[in-house]
């Protein structure tokens, strides 16, 4: 096959839309104002700020006044966590999330233990799921507040996050989801689905990186993150980046008159799966059921994640892995110890993730380079027996 | 992320494969780490005359054990001993920090290799530097 360059790492990062940059520019060219001040200028920016919140409000299913913007996810998951904690410290200093969570939401809960908050993190099943009964059973009396992701970001597991919030309702705790991954990728109508905070990230969405959201529920009390001078609504400080939140507004509409189109990208993905597990010694890790409709997971027994992805980038293809030898940390992806996988084959690991600009013929090439890749290395490996 | 040498021995590694019947075969590492070195030696009149090696690794421990083989292949036993982890990571042009510890498996998979031939030929040498539990060394350690 002709050599091409297919893109299949879209759960770190999207191509930003020409809509969606296009869109972008009116803000940075002629609607630049300060949506604060008070002339002219400053109304008209303010007037596109309240179109924007407006639109993304009734995408997601919310009111406009539910909508924090932030400058990218991890801020929105450092204040939903962070704000809700010490708002509810004299209530109890109790939090539940799970061992599979992003960083931005575990480390985060790791710097509250450190300020005498307690938290519980859930173990999963093999397939990186919770119950909302497993939620339950941890729920103290000094519970404040549970946590759990909307979708994974390395293995793509859908967790039951209209249960867990429905348990959480039941006991009176906050309920709050990143649902970085899973905004734009499948429907989610945060009244519906009974959350008191849901975060999400405009880069995983085909906008610029430095855009972020934050839902709160009416009538939740979370503490600020950022104090200054009384933007969006007193609940976080600085002045509104509008040309990014324009884009993060087009981008939401995009995927969300492009969901019908997840079906097809969700057959991609099928076929991905398929044929590479036909190859020996190979699996696929998380949900096939419960499972983003680009994520595929796969772990290569005796090869190694780092060297699978360089001759992927040598071939073209950009993706991804668990292996620990592609960071800085010793120890393969916590998501795949979560699930149960041994560090050997954690190692070998690879993330593709599609998106709707993916085709059929992207999808034949990477398995016929990932075959010959796995192949490769194989031969090469001191553990591969035939 | 890597030198043009390095990439260049990951993409196309000198000597791999098996010896059959090698004068002495070293392995270190583990797979729970995720880097194992295998060498193979071939040695006549205490001469190396061949050296394969297998590796699962990263990038770099590929380029490594690649380098490696290239640096004592046609040398005598003693001079492949004196090969260092810092001459195979000059050789390549430098290694990201995180990278160091899969040339010390390098050094170390040679002198396991040349230990094994002294132990099938009843020599009775040490090996300087050469401890022989690659489980016991700090960077596997969890």
Known sequence: MEKRFVYADNA??????????????????????????IHKKGEEAKAALDMCREKVASLLGCEASELVFTSCGTEADNHAIRGAAYANAAKG??????????PAVLNTCKALEKEGFRVTYLDVDSEGRVSAEDVERAICDDTVLVSVMYANNEIGTIMPIKEIAAVCRAHGVLCMTDAVQAVGAVPINVRELGVDMLTASGHKIHAPKGIGLLYIKKGTKIKNLIEGGGQERGRRGGTENLPYIAAFAKALEIAVAKLPDMARVEKMRDRLIAELTKLPRTRVNGSLTHRLPGNANISFECIEGESILLLMDMAGICCSTGSACSSNS????????????????????????????????????????????????????????? | MYSEKVMDHFANPRNVGEIENASGVGEVGNAKCGDIMKMF???????????????????????TSSMATEMIKGKTVDEALALTNKAVVEALDGLPPAKIHCSVLA????????ADYYKKNGIEKEIPGFCGDCDSCSHCHH
């Open chain 1, 12 to 37: 770190a990062t999207t191509a930003p839309y020409p809509e969606v940059i296009d869109e972008m520019m009116i803000y940075l060219r002629e609607n630049w104002g300060n949506p604060s001040s």
């Open chain 2, 41 to 63: 030696l071939k040695i006549e009149d205490g001469v190396i005359v061949d050296v394969k090696f297998k590796t699962f690794g990263c990038g770099a421990a590929v380029a």
């Open chain 1, 330 to 386: 010793l120890d393969p992806s916590h998501v795949l110890l979560a699930i149960g996988l041994p560090h050997e084959v954690a190692h070998g690991s690879v993330r593709i993730t599609l998106s709707h600009e993916n085709t059929e013929e992207d999808v034949d090439y990477i398995i016929e380079k990932l075959t010959e890749t796995v192949e490769r290395l194989r031969k090469m490996s001191p553990l591969w027996k035939e």
């Open chain 2, 107 to 114: 050094e170390e998979a040679v002198k396991s290799a040349v």
């Open chain 1, 93 to 102: 200093k109790h939090i539940i999330t799970t061992k599979v969570e992003h």
